[in-house]
């Protein structure tokens, strides 16, 4: 046993500070840990592991222990997320080398790796694990001999370069132009036998000068909030009883590197090796390295007891066990939820939200494409770029499984970014509100390549001219609802998410009057609403008058904020609600092969893309669904829209799993859902992608969740209906959250609800079981 590390055991069934479990319960999740007995071939082999705001990518390969680094927030000068750096450790003699057994599992329940080797007589142990409350990776080695241990931090950031065409998409606001981007150097260096790494962003380089001032915003740049200026992302590398031992450079897959090594003093049967990570906005280089020092001083109280505490209540919170033949794709769907969700708690407190396109766990993108031979910086559609459409559904699953305290990051990048996005309507339109585009840069101005390169000299500067994008202002809205329901299922004061709230609303309510008067027309039409043109349904229908998307996103925000608690609004504010939602249009119908169906919008010009925003009233909007009147049309929707049935699929952001849950479709939303969570391409199953997107793609993950759990249960007011879309035949064991502080924990076996408990009691009452016997 590793000293100081305390493995839990099934005795007595008790976890850690008075945290209980059943040990059926724990027995599940211990189902659902990965073991692999071969090593893996390269880094597209890797497995996860973190916790905090750390994401690890680790492997073993040709004996030695590789690990990627990443922290949430390490962005560059051109808003690309920097890995930070790759960690190396090898033992001689070495016991993972041509031995005669291997073995790596990830253990759920405690949230580490171990990887055990065997060659002869010698037998080892490596331990790896991230303190979820200090910003430290450990990796603890035991030995039945003495055997010496180096450990390398290996990085390809050690000289500038121009990053080649092809691979601007790391950036994604600098795609498709014509300025030459340099990646500039890292500062590397031994350090009383320690290795200190950094990356402190050069600011007279940075992407938010050159979006400035693309966006004609220069002259009001001081009024902006720059979240790269004096950034700088590093740490430091130590080891015990370890020295440093030179430099040497390699190649991994096909891009170069240096290796600053460090080597035990004296061959022992144990060995730690720590990396410390620290990314922070300060004036001066002097100051962020004091910030490392105090977080290093810190680290001296990592715990592993507090971290395995920390996992033990992220999984008695909530859990889906599928219990079903360990082949089938049905059971496989279950245990790679409890992956993904283990993916999603190692960013739990990062300063910034899982990026839907890779997370923290991306890797050498060779290994993703052949065709792109870049360096593991690299991944599809930017690290600081943020695409609102693939967000959301990342963080949608977290309400149902209860991780509320996850949702902070997201509700923060929008609310830091609130004043910018008011700064460039008044700027643009003089009027208020936030104007905040389905593309954007962390500082909340439209990313430059989705602004547009060839803009006419004409065209409203404060539009992107872009066919995807252009007039895409509403999927702010989603973020709105999602907060609103953060509020009603935790209970969380959200008084500070208010202003972002209302200015969301305020950008609709003014614009398109302030579009109208432009136009010479009146402010309402004849029945006293908005006309909302021009408008866009998605990126799918352009150019749209009266987006359903729109309409139902106002609609909906503006009603649930009239439901808040007494306390969250004035009459005032509360009056002008009132009045906002009287001058909101009403939803569009279409009738298609003889049904009545929800049109996307009133009119459009032209069809973009392939996304199905028809069905946005059923989610996320929730308009119609199980309990709700006009289901039957929502239904028609699916099954008549022949637009819509085209565009069904599995595949990343796609979310017919979740449509057809809401509508209580049980076999489709089984087929999709199950397509979603089924075993991905990639050795870890829960590497899906890279779809539309990237490898993992973590935005297939979350509305593969989300599928899962609106199967499950879903909520109309304080109605709870159970197994609305579920099939019979699926035993499961599950724990889920409903509004108003509620958890339901059930199960169901051959058909029969058997087991139901409800927090509190009282809300019991409220429980719909539906489709199976109770």
Same mark, same amino acid.
């Given at each position: 046993?590793?000293? =100081? ?29 990965? +073991?692999?007995?071969? $090593? ?22 040709? @004996? ?52 055990? =080797? ?15 409350? &200090? ?37 994604? =606001?600098?795609?498709? @132009? ?6 500039? &150097?890292? #500062? ?9 790494? #950094? ?24 009024? %902006? ?6 950034? +700088?992302?590093? /740490? ?28 035990? *003093? ?5 060995? &730690? ?12 280089? !002097? ?8 977080? $290093? ?90 695409? !609102? ?11 149902? #499984? ?12 929008? *609310? ?164 906002? %939602? ?10 298609? $092969? ?7 919008? $009133? ?18 909007? @929730? ?24 565009? *069904? ?14 509508? @209580? ?38 509305? =593969? ?22 099939? !019979? ?21 051959? /058909? ?6 409800? +927090? ?15």
């Amino acid at each position: 046993m590793y000293k =100081g590390f305390h493995v839990i055991t099934m005795a007595g069934c008790l976890i850690l500070a008075g945290i209980q479990r059943t040990c059926a319960q724990q027995v599940e999740l211990d189902a659902c840990n990965i +073991t692999w007995t071969k $090593q893996s071939r390269n880094a597209g082999q890797s497995m996860p592991c973190g916790g905090g705001d750390i994401g690890l990518n680790v492997w073993m390969e040709n @004996g030695e222990l590789l690990c990627y680094l990443s922290r949430s927030g390490a962005f560059d000068e051109h808003n690309i997320l920097l890995k930070q750096g790759r960690l190396r450790i090898k033992l001689t003699p070495n016991p993972f080398e041509h031995g005669t057994r291997f073995r790596q599992t990830l253990h759920l329940r405690e949230g580490y790796i171990d990887i055990s =080797g065997r060659k002869g007589a010698l037998e080892a142990t490596l331990r790896i694990w991230t303190d979820v409350f &200090h910003p430290v990776v450990h990796v603890e080695v035991q030995s039945s001999q003495p055997v010496n241990a180096t450990a390398c931090y290996e990085s390809w950031r050690t000289k500038d370069r121009l990053l080649k065409p092809g691979e601007l998409l790391a950036s994604s =606001g600098y795609k498709g @132009g014509a300025v030459p981007v340099t990646a500039y &150097h890292d #500062s590397i260096a031994f350090n009383n036998n320690t290795v200190l790494f #950094s990356h402190r962003n050069r600011n007279d380089r940075l992407i938010f000068d050159f979006t400035v001032q693309q966006q004609g915003l220069t002259s009001i740049k001081s009024q %902006l909030w720059n979240p790269l200026q004096g950034l +700088t992302s590093g /740490g430091m590398l130590w080891g015990d009883h370890m020295e440093a031992a030179g430099t040497f450079t390699g190649k991994y897959a096909n891009t170069p590197y240096t290796a600053w090594q460090l080597k035990s *003093r004296e061959a022992a049967r144990t060995h &730690h090796i720590n990396v410390l990570l620290h990314v922070d906005q300060t004036p001066t280089y !002097a100051n962020w390295y004091q910030g490392l020092q105090k977080q $290093q001083q810190a680290a001296a109280n990592s715990s592993s007891e507090q971290t395995q505490h920390w996992w033990a209540q992220y999984w008695n919170r909530s859990f889906i066990f599928i219990q079903a033949d360990t082949a089938t794709a049905a059971w496989q769907a279950g245990r790679n939820y409890q992956l993904f969700r283990y993916m999603l708690g190692c960013n739990a407190y990062g300063a910034y939200p899982t990026k839907f396109n890779g997370g923290l766990f991306t890797y050498d993108p060779v290994f993703v494409n052949k065709q792109m031979p870049f360096t593991p910086d690299y991944r599809r559609w930017g690290g600081g770029t943020f695409t !609102a459409q693939n967000q959301r559904l990342v963080y949608w699953p977290l309400l149902k #499984s209860g991780d509320f305290d996850m949702m902070i990051a997201q509700f923060e990048f929008y *609310r830091r970014a609130l004043p910018n996005a008011e700064a460039r309507t008044k700027f643009y339109w003089g009027h208020k509100g936030a104007s905040f585009t389905e593309q954007m840069e962390n500082f909340g101005l439209p990313a430059a390549s989705e602004y547009g390169w060839h803009r006419p000299p004409d065209f409203d500067k404060g539009v992107e001219y872009n066919n995807w994008l252009e007039y895409e202002w509403d999927t702010a809205l989603e973020f709105c609802l999602m907060i609103l329901d953060y509020e009603r299922y935790s209970g969380h004061d959200i008084s500070k998410y208010l202003p972002l709230i209302e200015s969301c609303l305020t950008f609709f309510d003014e614009h398109y009057q302030y579009l109208a008067a432009k136009r010479g027309a009146p402010a309402l039409d004849s029945n006293g609403h908005l006309v909302l043109y021009p408008g866009s349904a998605g990126e799918t229908y352009k150019l749209a008058t009266n987006s359903t998307t729109t309409i139902a996103g106002l609609r909906t925000v503006t009603a649930r904020m009239l439901e808040l608690p007494p306390h969250y609004l004035t009459g005032s504010t509360r009056r002008t609600l009132q009045a906002l %939602l009287q001058r909101i249009p009403p939803l569009s119908f279409r009738t298609m $092969q003889g049904h009545i169906t929800i049109a996307p919008a $009133q009119s459009w010009q032209r069809i973009n893309n392939q996304e199905t925003p028809q069905l946005y009233p059923v989610f996320p909007y @929730g308009i119609y669904g199980i309990g709700k009147p006009g289901l039957d049309t929502a239904r028609n929707t699916w099954l008549y829209d022949t637009e819509a049935i085209a565009r *069904r699929s599995a595949v990343g952001w796609k979310q017919d799993n979740i449509f057809c849950a809401r509508l @209580g479709l049980t076999k489709p939303a089984a087929y999709y859902t199950v397509e979603k969570l089924k075993n991905g391409p990639n050795r870890f199953p829960a590497f899906w992608g890279p779809g539309f997107d990237w490898t993992p793609d973590i935005n297939q993950g979350g509305s =593969g969740m989300t599928g899962l759990q609106e199967m499950l249960l879903q909520t109309n007011g304080k109605h709870i209906y159970l197994f609305p879309a579920w099939p !019979a035949k699926w035993d499961v064991h599950f724990k889920l959250h409903a509004p108003y502080n509620t958890t339901v924990e059930g199960v169901l076996q051959h /058909g029969k609800l058997v087991k139901l408990e409800v +927090t509190p009691a009282e809300r019991k009452k409220d429980v719909i079981v539906k489709n199976v016997k109770y």
